[in-house]
């Protein structure tokens, strides 16, 4: 491989021999620790999700994706060794050569500038290329906030929501799981654990490549990762008893899709999730059952868009279909292109799919939930 190519896209990096120390390295590292720290919170309101990290810190959960104005403190809190690992792993920031050599040993440091995952700093430290996140037992490596390079893999809020969503409704856990658009794996890895089978099928090669060594990072034998677009008439896998999709489903405008390929979904967003559906019909054994996360949007007149095309689709496509809608949401930087197309807001939804005779069902938020959508609409519609 040559050296342009590794410190071109770190996600080159890993073959032969290196791959294998990086593994073992990786999980020798004390980083249980880590997910209790919460990243700092750079714009927006001061305050970020601190009751739900201050719930995590006492109850179990990763906060490693909640944006906290309090993350100073956790940091300042945390053991030394901790703490320079989250600056340097999670949070990206430079470190001096003697701090990696410190935390990852002379000779790995050596070979991970060589590599290229390390890289030189305009100060006089290295900066990390890659963001470890750890959730429970299991890591995962991925970009970087600031990647800016095509093609991103990033586990954001969304996909730990739809983790933990699952993680309480899926309790069945035998035949084989088809995890489209599989990213970094997060979801493959959450549901696989006692599968036959766990695919994760990605059309970015980027996510192929981080999706894999996460896998191995994490010791899957059950998982493999493929390269493909989940709508290749060609690919006619054997049926799943579980499929998921946490789906690109923003609405973006013409210009902008090129730059979003891995959050657009299409016409009001909603276009590549209908079109999921009908292939559905192809991937779910008749017994099985399909999780996607989604967004609805919500016309000026009051209709729900989504709801009434995947209605229409139950009888014909011979599917029953219930949305459980998470919260409403508004995209502020796109606010006027959506109004133009008689969006008023979005809610983010999964959305249950099993075949059946053909039926829909809305489950609304809770009241807790409502309380906070009705509150968050008089703010944003003021
Ligand atoms: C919102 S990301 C979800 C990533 C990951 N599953 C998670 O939950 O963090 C959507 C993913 O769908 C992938 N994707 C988009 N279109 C696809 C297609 N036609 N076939 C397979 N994957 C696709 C993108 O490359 C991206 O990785």
Redesign the pocket.
């Known amino acids: 491989m040559s050296v342009e190519t590794l410190t071109e896209d770190w996600t080159c990096a890993f073959s032969g021999q290196f791959a294998d120390d990086f593994r073992q390295l990786v999980r020798t590292l004390p980083l249980d620790k880590l997910e209790r720290i919460p990243p700092p919170k750079n714009a927006g309101l001061p305050f970020g999700h601190e009751l739900r990290i201050a719930r995590r810190l006492l109850t179990g959960g990763s906060s490693m994706l909640d944006q906290s104005g309090l993350s100073r403190i956790y940091l300042a809190c945390t053991a030394e060794r901790v703490r320079r690992l989250y600056q340097g792993l999670a949070l990206g920031e430079s470190l001096p050569l003697a701090g990696w050599r410190d935390m990852l040993g002379h000779e790995a440091t050596a070979s991970w500038i060589e590599r290229g995952l390390l890289e030189p700093d305009p100060g006089d430290g290295f900066r990390c290329r890659f963001r470890l996140i750890v959730l429970g037992p299991l890591r995962f490596v991925v970009d970087h906030f600031g990647f800016s390079g095509g ?1 991103r ?4 809020g ?2 730990l929501n ?2 933990e969503f699952l993680q309480r409704r899926v309790t069945d856990t035998g035949g084989a799981m088809l ?6 794996g ?2 493959l890895l959450s549901l696989s654990q006692r599968r036959d089978l766990g695919l994760g ?4 090669p980027r ?1 192929v490549r981080v999706a894999s060594l996460n896998v191995k990072l994490n010791k899957a034998a059950n998982c493999r990762i493929e390269e ?4 290749d008439p060609a690919w006619t896998p054997e049926r799943f008893r579980l499929v998921t ?4 489903f923003m609405f973006f405008p013409d210009d902008e899709v090129a730059a979003n ?3 657009h979904g299409g016409h009001l967003g909603i276009a ?1 999730t209908l079109r999921f559906v009908e292939r559905l019909v192809d991937l779910l054994a008749p017994e099985g059952v399909a999780w996607l ?1 989604t967004s609805a949007p919500v016309m000026l007149d009051g209709t729900n868009r989504l709801e009434v095309e995947l209605a229409e689709r139950t009888r014909r496509c011979g599917l029953e279909i219930s949305t459980f809608v998470l919260q409403k949401y508004w995209d502020r930087r796109h606010a006027q292109f959506h109004r133009s197309h008689q969006i008023r807001s979005f809610e983010s939804v999964m959305v249950r799919i099993q075949p059946g005779p053909g039926g829909f069902q809305r489950h609304p938020p809770n009241a807790v939930g409502r309380s906070v959508d009705w509150l968050r609409t008089i703010l944003n519609e003021r």
């Open positions: 093609n893999v990033h586990i954001g969304d996909s739809m983790t995890d489209v658009g599989t990213g970094s997060l979801q099928v990605d059309i970015n996510a493909r677009d989940a709508f999709w946490n789906l690109p390929v891995d959050g590549l996360l």
